[in-house]
């Protein structure tokens, strides 16, 4: 994220989660809001971001291209948001558990056993994804 | 997000974002990192979170219970690690997105048609969702 | 399935089968249904699906109401026609494969550990679904 | 479906769904299978199957190498099984169902405008999915 001081993004997230917390709040959405229907609501707009890469063979001059990059921000705000407000639901602070996972994932994937293969850290050693 | 300061919340993202691509590049995974497997891992680790709410009864003892947050937070994470690293392979800021959303959604969704219903505004005035 | 007997069950797939084969033949869309796309689309269609079960309350008066059924037999049919052609292309027989799995499903859920609960056989003694 | 007679598919789809009806009625599982219940576990398995894909590279070696297809079999499996359970639920045809949306992708992608063309009909002229 170029450009963008911590202090902007530190700012900015705050404003985000005050500004989203209205948003619903003013509707009166919580109602809906169960950690099913988040986890649901995730699941649906992660789909519409993949939408955008149905058909795309990548590598092709199409996928050099350029893609639709507004609309696909949109649909990554979308997963985000839900995201968001499923991690406020149940207390979870996203970016703690982001760097715990990332921790767990290190312990999983040792450099030797992982460089350059996608394989499960379950079917090592033949394989390493997150 | 109670009790992290301003402060702490941007120190942990900038510490995650770097974590996280020292921990790509250290594994020489940035080969398996187009968009498009990155919106494919987004909805697998989505599916994954919503496992946990499967079977879940809301408003049951069950979902009262407690749910297993440990591991629904390791879920969460995997979304938002994907997340990141897609919206950083196409320059996407997750934050500036989000708010932009934020904004196209409070004019979609007026107050005086979506107060307490989960409506979509594709078919107001009857329905309101994000 | 009432009313609609063996050989017009049979006569029908045959149809759906051929006809699905013609429609992808004469439109070269060959070329797009690699394994990977095909089931990027089956997840795709499959939220499609969901999303009309998004904010859906079960046993309450709307979900009582009834559903948007014709949309939703639209939906339900994308998956399954994604589905044939991915088996298709892979030389699976969903039938075959579906009683198979049955069979196994049979073995990790014996009756006894799994009378009344939605427990996943990996977490037996106490927890079981498909 | 080469080498099965129709007789033999129609035989199978019957023996599926009885077993597949007295699989759910012996654990006492009709109590999880609400319509909502049922579209989340399609999409939890539409991503395991995808699993299978998540870093693939379409054309490449590995890709030609073959892929696990008794493991992808049983997802297959098990999308279709929860389809099934999903639609008689809700008393919905399958086969008419596709044959129907089959007819509706013919008028919505006419040859002309989708030949070689992956555009969603949304987009036309310039785009053609299903």
Chains 1, 2, 3, 4 share one sequence.
């Not at 989660?17 to 009166?28: G, I, N, Q, S, T």
């Not at 993949?50 to 199409?62: A, D, I, N, T």
């Not at 291209?65 to 639901?89: Q, R, S, T």
């Amino acid at each position: 994220m170029p450009n963008v001081t911590d202090a902007d993004q530190s700012a900015m997230l705050r404003e985000l989660l005050a500004k989203l917390e209205e948003f619903v709040r003013e509707r009166d959405w919580e109602q809906f809001h169960t950690p099913k229907n988040l986890a649901v609501s995730i699941s649906i707009e992660a789909a519409e971001l993949l939408e955008h890469f149905q058909w795309v063979v990548e590598g092709s001059p199409e996928s050099a291209n350029g893609y639709p990059l507004e609309a696909i921000a949109e649909e990554a705000a979308d997963v985000y948001l839900y995201l968001l407000l499923f991690c406020k639901g149940l207390g979870i602070d996203l970016n703690s558990a982001a760097l715990e996972k990332l921790r767990k994932n290190a312990d999983r994937y040792p450099v030797r056993e992982s460089y350059g293969k996608s394989t499960k850290y379950t079917k090592f050693p033949t394989d390493g994804a997150m």
